[in-house]
């Protein structure tokens, strides 16, 4: 004890006289007995707090993002099979779009809590709100794809003129244009964020979400029958680009992306990614075009895009706890 | 004039014209450092996009220990890039779907 002690005092005596001389004192001071005393982190924080609020989205947002891009992609697929003259996937095409049109608003409602808050979101239009540009973007889609449908039905059921055609073509474009932005506009809602892997991944976000929405219609365009080269090509470039993400992800290291790799939701995103990307990719490839390892291949792009949409949203969660993610961001690790 | 500036004993918590608090916080810091607390520094983040917090702090140390934020932004100034990024991956989606047909 004697030593302990005397060692305290010494050591205290050499931090007086550094503060003596140079005005602060830049070394750590001791450590007494009845330590250890609560310390500052090795990085600077408020005892690791979380600065920001985590995202608050319920199971529906996910869903909702995945659900919407199939639709959206599907009036885009719709519109090229009308140029390019395959009535039955134009046909498929415009239901896969209504149908999702069907089920996202009231996904997008239900999140809200309050079904009414639907309409005030209406209310204004901004376009510097992601949030606010989906909205009536969701609205415009859904009425272009009805519309389109409904034309085409009853030009199918022989009540065809010259009026209809123009009006399902331009219904058709609409459906197609405002499809695309149903399904990109979740990645710039993401990007826009302060939720660090969010808003760092704001280029790569949106690659992920349309290649997910693009091979996840394929898919359903499958599993309705079109087991056609159209739909093997788009699934085989959706899982080529999934996997290319992956490999991104993995590979760049970042400290930001950490809750992509790490931990449970990192897990996730692994399997999401392989679903998508590689198992996809290799059944495509290997199997042909055997109608079984179609259909397979097919669910698992779906399985593995659902999971990827909840990895992402799960990945900000966690971003959102990690002050460091955020600092790192704005004064770069030395 | 808010209760806890008006109840703050040792007066930490100081209520009033912006301008004349950012002059106080100025003087502050320089009376810290002239005492030697060379850390001592104002947080007022007005140079970024954020524009400030309508609160001055003056701070010991690095704004991280106080989990401020270094160099706020607001989120929407990065709206063009991820717009960008969207319209290109649509354009591309767009070849795909051009491309599955006429292949």
């Known amino acids: ?27 750590h001071g001791i450590a007494p007995v009845g330590s250890p005393f609560p310390k500052p ?19 529906q947002v996910p869903l909702y993002f995945f659900v919407g891009g199939v639709a959206g ?32 608003a009231p996904l997008l409602i239900a999140d809200l809590g309050r ?30 794809v009805g519309l ?61 979400f349309l290649a997910g929405a693009l091979g996840s219609a394929g898919a359903v365009l499958e599993f309705l029958g079109f087991l056609i080269p159209v739909t093997q090509f788009i699934g085989i470039v959706a899982s080529a680009v999934e996997t290319l993400v992956a490999i991104i992800i993995e590979l760049r290291g970042r400290y930001v992306d950490r809750p992509l790799r790490e931990g449970a939701i990192g897990w996730l995103t692994r399997a999401g990614a392989a679903l998508a990307g590689p198992v996809t990719l290799l059944l495509r490839i290997f199997s042909g075009h055997a109608s079984a390892a179609r259909y397979l291949a097919a669910v698992c792009f779906v399985i593995g895009a659902l999971i990827t949409r909840y990895a992402w949203i799960g990945a900000g969660r966690v971003s959102s706890h990690d002050p460091q993610a955020l600092f790192r961001i704005q004064r770069p690790a030395p | ?78 709206l063009k890039s991820a717009w960008s990024a969207a319209l290109v991956s649509a354009l591309m989606v767009v070849l795909v779907v051009c491309l599955a047909f006429v292949l």
């Open chain 1, 41 to 59: 982190a090795s990085a600077a924080s408020y005892h690791g707090n979380p600065v920001l609020k985590p995202p608050t989205w319920t199971w």
């Open chain 1, 148 to 208: 389109a449908l409904v034309c085409h039905e009853v030009i199918l059921a022989g009540y065809g003129n010259d009026f209809l055609l123009v009006l399902e073509w331009v219904a058709e474009i609409s459906a197609a244009l405002s499809g695309l932005i149903l399904a990109s506009y979740t990645s710039v809602l993401l990007g826009v964020t302060a939720i660090p892997v969010w808003s760092e991944n704001r280029k790569l976000v949106p690659v992920v």
């Open chain 1, 115 to 144: 079904p009414a808050r639907f309409l005030n979101m209406l209310r204004v239009f901004k376009l510097r709100s992601a949030m606010s540009v989906g909205a009536w973007t969701l609205a415009g889609f859904s009425s272009a």
């Open chain 2, 1 to 78: 004039m808010p209760a806890c500036a008006k109840a703050c004993p040792t007066r930490s918590i100081r209520f009033g014209e912006l301008e004349e608090l950012r002059q106080e916080a100025h003087a502050r810091v320089e009376e810290l450092q002239g005492r030697g607390y060379n850390d001592a520094q104002i947080y007022d983040p007005t140079g970024s996009s954020v524009g400030g917090t309508h609160a001055i702090f003056v701070i010991l140390g690095q704004p991280e220990a106080y989990n401020f934020p270094p160099a706020p932004e607001v989120p929407t100034i990065h």
């Open chain 1, 1 to 27: 004890m004697a030593t302990n002690r005397q060692f305290t005092e010494d050591r205290l005596d050499a931090l007086r006289e550094e503060a003596a001389r140079t005005g602060k004192v830049q070394d």
């Open chain 1, 73 to 104: 992609i599907s009036a885009l697929v719709a519109l090229v099979a009308h140029l390019f003259g395959n009535a039955g996937l134009l046909r498929a095409g415009l239901w896969v779009g209504f149908a999702g049109a069907l089920i996202s």
